[in-house]
């Protein structure tokens, strides 16, 4: 059973930076892609980015496009969701999801993914 743990939500002002992590265990995570969400109080759950398990495939959302970077360090089996230039409007709870689809593709509804994290907080202030 694949469980899966964000970190690196926290206070940060606007402009600023943050590294979420998802970490893995109980299976390795390089036959997984990963998707990035998130959902702020009283909105629906947005897909924000995604990353293929062979890591050459990936999508942004375009309201994080520019600004967040996805990777993965399949060694550490861990993805991080560098968020750079941070706004107000980021702010919600960040999870992240996995599914083993073929090497090459990703998704950004989160309805196909099996395994979710717990989620973390980001809070975005101006």
């Known amino acids: 059973q694949l469980q899966l743990v964000e970190s690196g939500g926290g206070l940060v002002q606007a402009g600023g930076s943050l590294r979420l992590s998802c970490a893995a265990s109980?299976?390795?995570?390089?036959?997984?892609?990963i998707g990035w969400f998130r959902q702020a109080p009283g909105k629906e759950r947005e897909g924000i980015s995604c990353i293929s398990s062979s890591g050459d495939s990936t999508y942004y959302a375009r309201s994080v496009r520019g600004r967040f970077t996805i990777s993965r360090d399949n060694a550490k089996n861990t993805v991080y969701l560098q968020m750079n230039s941070l706004k107000p409007e980021d702010t919600a709870v960040y999870y992240c999801?996995?599914?083993?689809?073929?090497?090459?593709?990703?998704?950004?509804?989160?309805?196909?993914?099996?395994?979710w994290g717990q989620g973390t907080q980001v809070t975005v202030s101006s």
């Open positions: 999801a996995a599914k083993d689809w073929v090497y090459y593709y990703c998704s950004y509804y989160g309805h196909e993914y099996d395994y």
């Open positions: 109980g299976l390795t995570l390089d036959s997984y892609a």
